[in-house]
């Protein structure tokens, strides 16, 4: 067995050994994942559609959000029937192939650190947009933005393809590290959120009883702030949800694997593309334009259907 797969994969999936004990961890999780594939796709969709059909976001945001939401599709599309055929295969074969735990891990990465480094793109832009507020439509411009959404993908690509030439250690130390940066930059931009909220609470409250403009003014920061505690929202769930993954993960490699880490690990795992399915309930549930998109779609979809007198 070559270091990728004797040092990398196979110390946190169970090896076919372990399958009397953890049949019923693999049975839940192959359901439970064919139901999250189906949820994921759908919902994502809706909020693709959406998105785009909602005039009052602006086009910077409907950028940031769609590639989201893209990313979330494709973890549908490919991560989720990838790992569901991972976890299927040892009902059939016995431990995977060294390949098949290469594909995995290529889908994994590619397809959540470009779903992180999107939160963390959308949470920068909300940050800009409040710190910058004036100037943010003349520095934010879409241009810029598809250019980061583009390089967001690129990267993430290139480090996903990455396990296929460099050592396990390295490959994760770069994972490691880029998203020990993504966490600090999200936590350094919230908390500069927050002191500039703090700054401006006396100035929004004064602006209640002036003229109408500056009223306005008032009412498009309070919008600003609505839109950045729904992205908060994303990331908060996004925390949740991969963080047991990277404790189970640390603590493998810190103590060694066992059968309830092992069976802690893959669910942790089913946490993770849980997210996606997460990810349109939040934007429905925290931003009131999409919500209201949402609903007026729908209602549109149960007009045609209705038969006619």
């Keep these: 067995m070559n270091e990728l797969c004797w040092n990398g994969p196979f110390q946190f999936f169970p090896s076919f050994d372990d399958f009397k004990d953890l049949r019923g961890t693999f049975i839940a999780n192959c359901i439970f994942n064919g139901f999250l594939t189906y949820t994921a796709i759908l919902l994502n969709i809706i909020t693709i559609y959406v998105i785009q059909k909602t005039a009052t976001l602006p086009k910077t945001l409907k950028t940031l959000l769609t590639s989201l939401a893209v990313s979330d599709v494709?973890?549908?599309?490919?991560?989720?029937?990838?790992?569901i055929s991972f976890l299927a295969s040892w009902f059939k074969w016995g431990d995977p192939s060294c390949n098949a735990y290469r594909w995995l891990m290529i889908s994994a990465t590619l397809f959540s650190?470009?779903?992180?480094?999107?939160?963390?793109?959308?949470?920068?832009?909300?940050?800009?947009?409040?710190?910058?507020?004036?100037?943010?439509?003349?520095?934010?411009?879409?241009?810029?933005?598809?250019?980061?959404?583009?390089?967001?993908?690129?990267?993430?690509?290139?480090?996903?393809?990455?396990?296929l030439w460099v050592s396990v250690?390295?490959?994760?130390?770069?994972?490691?590290?880029?998203?020990?940066?993504?966490?600090?930059?999200?936590?350094?931009?919230?908390?500069?959120i927050f002191l500039i909220v703090q700054q401006h609470k006396n100035q929004i409250q004064s602006?209640?009883?002036?003229?109408?403009?500056?009223?306005?003014?008032?009412?498009?920061?309070?919008?600003?702030?609505?839109?950045?505690?729904?992205?908060?929202?994303?990331?908060?769930?996004?925390?949740?949800?991969?963080?047991?993954?990277t404790i189970s993960v640390v603590v493998i490699m810190i103590n060694g694997p066992s059968i309830t880490l092992k069976r802690f690990f893959l669910c942790s795992l089913t946490l993770v593309y849980l997210n996606s399915s997460l990810n349109p309930v939040i934007y429905c549930w925290k931003m009131r334009h999409i919500r209201q998109a949402i609903?007026?779609?729908?209602?549109?979809?149960?007009?045609?259907?209705?038969?006619?007198?």
């Design 113 to 163: 650190l470009a779903s992180f480094l999107g939160v963390v793109a959308i949470s920068v832009d909300r940050f800009l947009a409040i710190h910058l507020h004036l100037r943010y439509q003349e520095l934010v411009t879409r241009t810029r933005v598809v250019t980061l959404v583009i390089s967001i993908w690129v990267f993430s690509a290139f480090v996903s393809l990455m396990v």
């Design 295 to 309: 609903m007026a779609t729908m209602r549109n979809i149960s007009n045609r259907r209705r038969p006619s007198r």
């Design 207 to 245: 602006l209640q009883v002036l003229e109408t403009s500056q009223s306005g003014e008032m009412t498009n920061f309070a919008g600003l702030i609505k839109s950045t505690v729904g992205v908060l929202y994303v990331f908060l769930v996004f925390l949740v949800c991969y963080l047991p993954c």
């Design 74 to 83: 494709i973890i549908g599309l490919v991560g989720q029937p990838t790992y």
């Design 169 to 192: 250690s390295i490959y994760t130390a770069i994972v490691a590290v880029t998203i020990v940066c993504g966490f600090i930059v999200n936590i350094v931009v919230y908390i500069r």
